[in-house]
């Protein structure tokens, strides 16, 4: 364990050390199927469709193989348009003086909202028979975050922020 150090002193009065976070976290959509898994996937069906479409073809049903070539051309379509929406996240960033969401779009496309830590609010709204949804709220604005997170990780970030924010909220001991 390291023994803390005093902040540098800046003569214009402002604590240098304010604006390092207190807290960071990159939230990600889970991926339950790997690269590994699409290629076997992607292979097995490749394979079933062509052994029918093959069958089909020595029965003289000959139009049938383009049928299964479609219906695999289509599997894979899907599949990357879905990998494609993955590729969203956000991160939560808090120092000192602000409590900073970012959303980066599939695009690439970053969108932020800062928000003071002392009167944000962190609210996990219960709904029946849907997920929970988790939104930050702040001088009558409201931000919904983290919607592709399970309910039990949306829990579990929602205690470590607010945790981090009574951390933040609370005077720094001299």
Request: net charge negative; aromatic share 10%.
């Amino acid at each position: 364990m390291t023994e803390p150090r005093p902040a540098p002193q800046d003569p214009s009065g402002h604590d240098p050390q304010s604006t390092e976070p207190h807290f960071e976290a990159v939230l990600t959509p889970h991926r339950s199927l790997g690269p590994k898994g699409f290629m076997v996937f992607m292979g097995t069906i490749s394979a079933v469709s062509f052994g029918t479409g093959l069958m089909f073809y020595m029965m003289g049903a000959w139009p049938v193989m383009g049928f299964m070539g479609l219906d695999v051309a289509l599997v894979y379509v899907c599949f990357k348009l879905n990998f494609r929406a993955l590729r969203v996240y956000e991160t939560v960033e808090l120092d000192g003086e602000a409590l900073t969401v970012t959303r980066i779009a599939p695009s690439g496309e970053a969108q932020s909202w800062q928000f003071n830590p002392y009167w944000v609010r962190l609210h996990i709204n219960e709904r029946v028979g849907r997920m929970s949804e988790l939104s930050l709220v702040s001088h009558g604005k409201r931000l919904v975050f983290g919607s592709f997170l399970t309910d039990p990780e949306r829990e579990e970030f929602a205690t470590a922020l607010k945790a981090a924010l009574s951390d933040a909220r609370s005077p720094n001991p001299a």
